[in-house]
T-cell receptor, first 112, second 111 residues
Framework: EAGVAQSPRYKIIEKRQSVAFWCNPI?????LYWYQQILGQGPKLLIQ????????DSQLPKDRFSAERLKGVDSTLKIQPAKLEDSAVYLC??????????FGPGTRLTVT | RKEVEQDPGPFNVPEGATVAFNCTYS??????FFWYRQDCRKEPKLLMS???SGNEDGRFTAQLNRASQYISLLIRDSKLSDSATYLC????????????FGTGTRLTVIP
C-alpha cells in the first residue's frame, strides 16, 4: 500500500515570497492533517480536513497560511508571504476516520 | 502548562539495557494516546497505540496511567537500531483526532 506522498521535498525561498506544498494521502483515508515541525520540537497541527471539510484550523495563522482539499483527496498548503520563522518541516498525515495517523516524508522549508 | 510534556533527554544507554520514557498530558479527558518514532530528518512513524490495559509489542511495552495523567514506553534489550527520537501524542479532546505531540525524547544506544 502506498504511503502519504508529499512534494516538493525541499524548498528554499526568500522572506515575503509565497510557497505551496502538495499532499496525497493514503488511498481511502478520509482525514488529512497538516503539521508544522520546527527543529527540536514535536509536530504542531495546523489544519485537519475530514473529506473536503475543515474540522480544525484553530492553530493555522490565517493571515498568511491557507489550505484546501477541494475534491476530498489531495491537499495543498500555501504560505503567502513567508516569514523567517516559517522555516520548518511541513508534514502531511492521513488516517481512516479517527484512527492512527500516518505521516508523509515532509517538505523541508527554508526561508532566508 | 503545555498539553504534552516529555523529558527531551538525551538518554544514552548501552546495548542490551532497558530504558523507559514518560510523557505527561494535561487534559484528563484525552482518550487516544500514541508513541511515534522519528529518525533524524525523517517523518514520525507510528510505533504503538497505547491502550488503557497497556500493550506490548516485542521488546516495547506501553502503559497508560490515567490517575497521574502519563503514558510510558519501555524498551527492553536495547538495540543500536533503537536510536531515534520518541514522540508521544495525545488527542486534544474526546472524539477529536487532532493530536498534541511532545517535543520528543532523544535515545542513543551505545555499542
Amino acid at each position: 500500500e502506498a504511503g502519504v506522498a508529499q512534494s516538493p521535498r525541499y524548498k528554499i525561498i526568500e522572506k515575503r515570497q509565497s510557497v505551496a506544498f502538495w499532499c496525497n494521502p493514503i488511498s481511502g483515508h478520509a482525514t488529512l492533517y497538516w503539521y508544522q515541525q520546527i527543529l527540536g520540537q514535536g509536530p504542531k497541527l495546523l489544519i485537519q480536513f475530514q473529506n473536503n471539510g475543515v474540522v480544525d484550523d484553530s492553530q493555522l495563522p490565517k493571515d498568511r497560511f491557507s489550505a484546501e482539499r477541494l475534491k476530498g483527496v489531495d491537499s495543498t498548503l500555501k504560505i503567502q508571504p513567508a516569514k523567517l520563522e516559517d522555516s520548518a518541516v511541513y508534514l502531511c498525515a492521513s488516517s481512516l476516520e479517527e484512527r492512527e495517523q500516518y505521516f508523509g516524508p515532509g517538505t523541508r522549508l527554508t526561508v532566508t | 502548562r503545555k498539553e504534552v510534556e516529555q523529558d527531551p533527554g538525551p538518554f544514552n544507554v548501552p546495548e542490551g539495557a532497558t530504558v523507559a520514557f514518560n510523557c505527561t498530558y494535561s487534559n484528563s479527558a484525552s482518550q487516544s494516546f500514541f508513541w511515534y518514532r522519528q529518525d533524524c530528518r525523517k517523518e514520525p512513524k507510528l510505533l504503538m497505540s497505547v491502550y488503557s490495559s497497556g500493550n506490548e509489542d516485542g521488546r516495547f511495552t506501553a502503559q497508560l496511567n490515567r490517575a497521574s495523567q502519563y503514558i510510558s514506553l519501555l524498551i527492553r534489550d536495547s538495540k543500536l537500531s533503537d536510536s531515534a527520537t520518541y514522540l508521544c501524542a495525545v488527542n486534544s479532546h474526546p472524539g477529536a483526532n487532532n493530536l498534541f505531540f511532545g517535543t520528543g525524547t532523544r535515545l542513543t544506544v551505545i555499542p
